[in-house]
């Protein structure tokens, strides 16, 4: 089982940057793939990046591509974050953010896809002024 909280939401200009957490509770979370998701109003949730359980593997979608990096820190102790850095923020960027486990994938494409993750947190708002 693992919990999931995200911080680090806000309003921000375009051209800004913003930090978004997600703390994992769980003694397993070192085994899991994590990502970042995203939707907007009206809109299918969408992939923003991946993380293998190692850290030795991201992936991104191409709107993120060089102005986002997903990284994670598998902490010995019951709580481990996964971070996402959002620089040279857009209004198109706006959305609410969800970090997700994901501990069956093993492949890019199949990576991307939201139904693969099996826990999520509540997410949480960024909003990107013009």
Same mark, same amino acid.
């Given at each position: 089982? !693992?919990?999931?909280?995200? +911080?680090? #939401? %806000?309003?921000?200009?375009?051209?800004? *940057?913003? @930090?978004l957490?997600?703390?994992? =509770?769980?003694?397993?979370f070192?085994?899991?793939?994590?990502?970042?998701?995203?939707?907007?109003?009206g809109?299918?949730?969408?992939? !923003?990046?991946?993380?293998? +359980?190692? #850290? %030795?593997?991201?992936?991104?979608?191409? *709107?993120? @591509?060089?102005?986002?990096?997903? =990284?994670?820190d598998?902490?010995?102790?019951?709580?481990?974050l996964?971070?996402?850095?959002?620089?040279?923020?857009?209004?198109?960027?706006?959305?609410?953010?969800?970090?997700?486990?994901d501990?069956?994938?093993?492949?890019?494409?199949?990576?991307?896809?939201?139904?693969?993750?099996?826990?999520?947190?509540?997410?949480?708002?960024?909003?990107?002024?013009?």
């Amino acid at each position: 089982q !693992v919990q999931l909280v995200e +911080s680090g #939401g %806000g309003l921000v200009q375009a051209g800004g *940057s913003l @930090k978004l957490s997600c703390a994992a =509770s769980g003694r397993t979370f070192s085994s899991y793939n994590m990502g970042w998701f995203r939707q907007a109003p009206g809109k299918e949730r969408e992939f !923003v990046a991946r993380i293998s +359980s190692t #850290g %030795g593997t991201t992936y991104y979608a191409d *709107s993120v @591509k060089g102005r986002f990096t997903i =990284s994670r820190d598998n902490a010995k102790n019951t709580v481990s974050l996964l971070s996402l850095q959002m620089n040279s923020l857009k209004p198109e960027d706006t959305a609410v953010y969800y970090c997700a486990a994901d501990r069956f994938s093993r492949y890019e494409l199949e990576s991307r896809e939201a139904i693969r993750y099996q826990y999520w947190g509540q997410g949480t708002q960024v909003t990107v002024s013009s």
